[in-house]
């Protein structure tokens, strides 16, 4: 009765939301979290918070729950390796490139350090049992992430703010991706793997396993983008090749997000039909996004202050995360902008340099849990909010428009 | 080729692995299913026939377990649902209000299921199961049916009314339950049993209303796409906890919601068709009679079943074309039995539900099929004769 009354409650609050940003446009910040797509992971918190642990179908659900997000992470790690598309990487500019190496150097290298430096609070404080460099790659990996494609937004009384060069270059995304998958192998908990009677050992073992996976799943949605391009046939079959992809993932225990990538890679850069395939996961993603918050709602909601995460440490880790990544970017910009004139003003960094995180980021946290073992899921859910927080963290632009040269 | 080659690839992957997780089954399946259907479509046959015959392939092979298959049952629930919605909301008040094809559902329904009753009834069966078996077998295959394709405008609303007025009365046999309970357990015990139905009933009229009102603001594709599979769930989540097939449950849910319009959910309110999601469905259900099939003794009253459903619905189709002016391929189609009828019957008579499915789902529609091509052929010659015949004059 609960679950049906918090349901209930939840679509009202969902409704009443949807009614009033269609009378009028809401504030960026707002618009931001929107975007986001915030307000599921609130609905699925709300669900989750009146879904009783005893009742009878939670242990359906959280079955369902398990796998339907395994799923998705394999969609979201295939949709970073569908923006790794080479040809178009080698269109940008050079000195764009080398400033986001450099800004990916910086936050990389400093949130190793600052993670190296909490080793112990990671044991003692946000729940980690063991693997420490595996966890502090994933925190990494997560420092690394921003939100792609970088939204717009209508501020009152700006102009529209004119695009930085280099904004719509996921680089630091895909660098974030080829880190997981470098470094999983030699730091996987399990260096074992079989398949049948035929053992993967060792780094070299996981390795290839790995990228046989992401090639064999890139090969097939291939085919199943040759025989179908688009329409209800082609979604039908890319679903059936994620979901088996991702169970495939689950049995030998390898992250879904990094297959998912590789897959991506090798479809984008092998197709015929490249803009067909980006426009279609594009139309899927706005399907798949809402289900993956809801469900991560459904998660910190159901275990609310009690098994999944505690409230004590988690405000200074949320904290620490955003500095840490926001200090990293600020550094690699400024030498960015001292040796390529990237950004070229003082604005310009503070932008790029807090620019949000998106849904990878979430990813990339929620695939730890699939990765490692933990007592409780602080680490996590600091990580989710972490990610909120910095999409309220906006620059409004300039009063004057300025123009790039 | 290359597709089929993936599936048995991913097959092959499963049959390796020591214990193959969830995903990995439910992602084999829905491919399976999928280039079960292009390959069925290929050989100028039905997709579902198609996906019909990979569940039973499935099913029959020793990678198959009983406890996989129940492992992904909760994920074919909400596929099941999400065919159900489907088919309830494909029907509305415009088609119901068509008189012409209202009374020539009537005929085409009422026929079948007085055939097999008055055959039935000669059997030792108890009087409700006789009855509720001559109520399914009136009831036709939307699902068989590709809306796309198939040329004739009636054929489709055909099989929905008659599925609905199958389903509604069925539905009314549950009274008679009723009536038995109350007379071996009491007035009180019912009353108690009547207040939970009641508070069901009402939280369901409360959700269908919001339900409703939420589809009115839906302006998108992407918005119709999450809104019905959330709705999926929500009404899988409730199918486990009243312990209702989802299928029915979605099925009266469909209709409930669709009725609840003057003129039927518009286009982009309506679910839309999910190939994955009834594939899957189906497979899954298909390879989950062949895991329960137990080689039994086929009781006596099978035959007279299926040849009483056969010539009841032939009649009734004569009958309806004569009273109602449709032609004999509309109605001609509705032969086969739908998967409705197929998941009621399990609840029956359980023990001959996948000798019956095979039967009504495999060996009708083929049947069908060579009854079309010899009447297209025949066709074919009248027209060529004519033609020479003209020439001639």
């Known amino acids: ?405 | 080729m290359r597709l089929f080659c993936m599936t048995l690839g991913i097959g092959i992957l499963i049959w390796q692995l020591q214990s193959p997780p969830e995903m990995a089954w439910v992602g084999f399946l829905m491919t399976a299913s999928i280039v079960g259907a292009r390959l069925a479509y290929r050989a100028k046959l039905p997709n579902v026939l198609g996906m019909i015959v990979v569940g039973l392939a499935i099913g029959f092979a020793p990678i198959t377990t009983a406890e996989s298959h129940q492992s992904i049952k909760p994920f074919a629930d909400i596929a099941m649902t999400w065919v159900g919605l489907y088919l309830g909301t494909s029907l509305s008040r415009p088609l119901l209000a068509n008189r012409r094809l209202l009374t020539g559902s009537i005929y085409l329904y009422a026929t079948p299921v007085l055939t097999t009753f008055s055959l039935l009834i000669f059997f030792d069966l108890h009087l409700i199961t006789t009855l509720q078996l001559a109520i399914l077998s009136g009831i036709s295959s939307p699902i068989f049916l590709d809306r796309t394709e198939h040329n004739l405008r009636d054929t489709w609303p055909f099989s929905l009314c008659v599925t609905a007025i199958g389903l509604g009365l069925l539905f009314l046999t549950g009274l008679i339950f009723g009536v038995q309970f109350i007379q071996t357990d009491g007035f009180g015990p019912f009353l108690h049993l009547a207040a939970d139905i009641a508070l069901v009933v009402l939280m369901g009229i409360v959700g269908l209303e919001l339900a409703h009102r939420w589809l009115q603001h839906i302006h998108t594709p992407t918005g119709q796409f999450t809104s019905w599979f959330t709705l999926s769930f929500l009404l899988a989540l409730a199918s486990w906890h009243i312990w209702i097939h989802p299928l029915i449950l979605a099925w009266a849910v469909g209709l409930a919601l669709s009725l609840r319009t003057k003129r039927g959910l518009r286009p982009n309110m309506r679910p839309p068709n999910a190939e994955a999601l009834i594939a899957f469905a189906l497979a899954h259900y298909v390879s989950g009679l062949v895991l329960d099939w137990q080689i039994l003794p086929i009781p006596p009253y099978f035959y007279a079943l299926i040849a009483a459903l056969i010539l009841g619905k032939i009649a009734g189709g004569l009958l309806s074309s004569r009273l109602t002016s449709q032609p004999v391929q509309a109605w001609l189609p509705l032969l086969p039995q739908g998967f409705l009828a197929i998941v009621c019957f399990e609840s029956i008579a359980s023990e001959i539900a996948p000798l019956y499915f095979i039967c009504t789902g495999i060996g009708l529609p083929l049947l069908h099929l060579v009854v079309d091509q010899i009447a297209q052929k025949i066709k074919n010659g009248r027209i060529r004769t004519l033609a020479r015949r003209t020439q001639a004059v």
């Open chain 1, 1 to 405: 009765m609960a679950f049906i009354l918090s349901l209930i409650a939840g679509f009202g609050v969902f409704f009443l939301g949807q009614k009033i940003f269609r009378r009028m446009p809401p504030y960026p910040l707002i618009d931001s979290l929107r975007i986001g797509r915030a307000h599921y992971l609130l609905l699925g918190v709300l669900v989750g918070m009146f879904f009783s642990e005893t009742d009878e179908v939670f242990h359906l659900f959280e079955v369902l729950r398990y796998n339907c997000i395994g799923a998705i992470l394999l969609w979201i790690g295939l949709q970073t390796g569908l923006s790794t598309n080479l040809q178009n990487l080698r269109n940008h500019g050079i000195s764009v490139i080398y400033s986001q190496t450099a800004v990916v150097l910086a936050t990389g290298g400093f949130t190793v350090l600052a993670a190296f430096a909490s080793g112990l609070i990671l044991y003692r404080y946000l729940g980690l049992l063991q693997n420490l460099p595996l966890a502090i790659v994933l925190l990494t990996c997560f420092a690394l992430t921003a939100r792609f494609p970088a939204p717009f937004f209508q501020w009152p009384n700006r102009p529209i703010p004119t695009p930085i060069p280099g904004q719509n270059l996921p680089l630091s995304n895909i660098v974030a991706m080829a880190v997981l998958c470098i470094a999983f192998p030699p730091l996987a908990e399990n260096s074992i793997f079989y398949l049948g009677n035929l053992p993967f050992i060792g780094t070299t073992g996981i390795a290839l396993l790995m990228l046989g996976a992401g090639v064999v799943g890139g090969i097939a949605l291939d085919f199943s983008f040759r025989s179908h391009r688009t329409g209800a046939r082609a979604i039908s079959l890319v679903l059936g090749i994620v979901i088996a992809l991702a169970g495939l993932c689950q049995a030998l225990d390898l992250p879904s997000l990094s297959v998912g990538f590789l897959s991506g890679i090798w479809l984008i850069n092998t197709t015929v039909a490249k803009r067909e395939i980006v426009e279609f996961t594009a139309r899927a993603n706005d399907v798949i996004e809402p289900i993956f918050f809801a469900l991560i709602g459904s998660i910190i909601g159901e275990f609310g202050g009690d098994i999944f995460f505690l409230w004590s440490p988690l405000y200074p880790l949320v904290l620490t995360v955003i500095l840490v990544r926001g200090m990293g970017r600020t550094i690699g910009f400024t030498v960015s902008q001292t040796l390529w004139q990237i950004p070229q003003t003082w604005r310009e960094l503070l932008v790029i340099s807090w620019h949000p995180q998106g849904t990878l980021s979430i990813a990339i946290g929620v695939q730890a849990i699939y990765l490692l073992d933990f007592q409780h899921y602080t680490l996590i859910t600091g990580l989710v909010i972490a990610v909120f927080l910095s999409q309220i963290i906006l620059i409004p632009p300039a009063n004057s428009p300025q123009s790039h040269t």
